[in-house]
């Protein structure tokens, strides 16, 4: 079956940095565009990056650019999001999803898999 794994979660203050991992099983990794997305309780879930499936493409929010960094491992079935000068606002469950015809429909959310997230929480 199709796994979706983010992990890498946990309490920082703000300024601090945390580096995120989704791994990823039960489908061909390499063809599949990975995503991040975030939701915070009583908000909307909200698009943070896309990943193309070589990894030449990447695309972010307008609230995470130039501070967070997606990257992926092909070889390790892995995606990552490094956080970096984290704030407050950014804490939410993370979640990691994949789409089989790119970052297209990243935005919207309009992926094929989606997996279990990761607790962010940026406190002082």
């Known amino acids: 079956d199709v796994q979706l794994q983010a992990s890498g979660g946990g309490l920082v203050q703000p300024g601090g940095s945390l580096k995120l991992s989704c791994a990823a099983s039960?489908?061909?990794?390499?063809?599949?565009?990975i995503a991040w997305f975030r939701q915070a309780p009583g908000k909307e879930r909200e698009a943070i990056s896309c990943?193309?499936?070589?990894?030449?493409?990447?695309y972010y929010a307008d609230s995470v650019k130039s501070r967070f960094t997606i990257s992926r491992d092909n070889a390790k079935n892995t995606v990552y999001l490094q956080m970096n000068s984290l704030k407050p606002e950014d804490t939410a469950v993370y979640y990691c999803?994949?789409?089989?015809?790119?970052?297209?429909?990243?935005?919207?959310?309009?992926?094929?898999?989606w997996g279990k997230g990761t607790q962010v929480t940026v406190s002082s």
């Open positions: 999803a994949a789409d089989r015809w790119g970052c297209s429909s990243w935005y919207s959310g309009g992926m094929d898999y």
């Open positions: 039960g489908f061909t990794f390499d063809d599949y565009a």
């Open positions: 990943i193309s499936s070589s990894g030449e493409s990447t």
